[in-house]
């Protein structure tokens, strides 16, 4: 994709996008966090999931992330979320 397709504001809006990536992923962690913490049955284990894929984006090692899912509470997950800020 060529920048020439892109307006001077869309190019900006992209730029300043990647530029805030972590905290936008870090975000985004906090809130399935939060979301986890009042989640049930099924739908617990779709944010599980997504959770998951935010925490391998995030670099935590998948050691740990099995841990995590395998002692299901959401207070670790927070913690671990908290140190990386």
């Known amino acids: 994709m060529a920048k020439e397709n892109?307006?001077?504001?869309?190019?900006?809006?992209?730029?300043?996008?990647?530029?805030?990536r972590d905290t936008i992923g870090?975000?985004?962690a906090q809130?399935?966090?939060?979301e986890l913490y009042l989640a049930e049955g099924k739908k617990r284990q779709k944010v599980w999931?997504?959770?998951?894929?935010n925490l391998e984006k995030m670099g935590v090692p998948p050691k740990q992330i099995a841990?995590?899912?395998e002692q299901d509470n959401p207070e670790l997950v927070a913690k671990?979320?908290?140190e990386k800020i």
Do not use: A, P
Request: hydrophobic residues 30%; glycine residues 0%; positive net charge.
């Open 67 to 69: 841990h995590l899912r």
């Open 31 to 34: 809130e399935l966090v939060t």
């Open 26 to 28: 870090l975000q985004r």
């Open 49 to 53: 999931d997504t959770l998951v894929k």
């Open 6 to 20: 892109y307006s001077k504001y869309q190019q900006n809006v992209i730029k300043r996008y990647y530029e805030n």
């Open 80 to 82: 671990l979320i908290s």
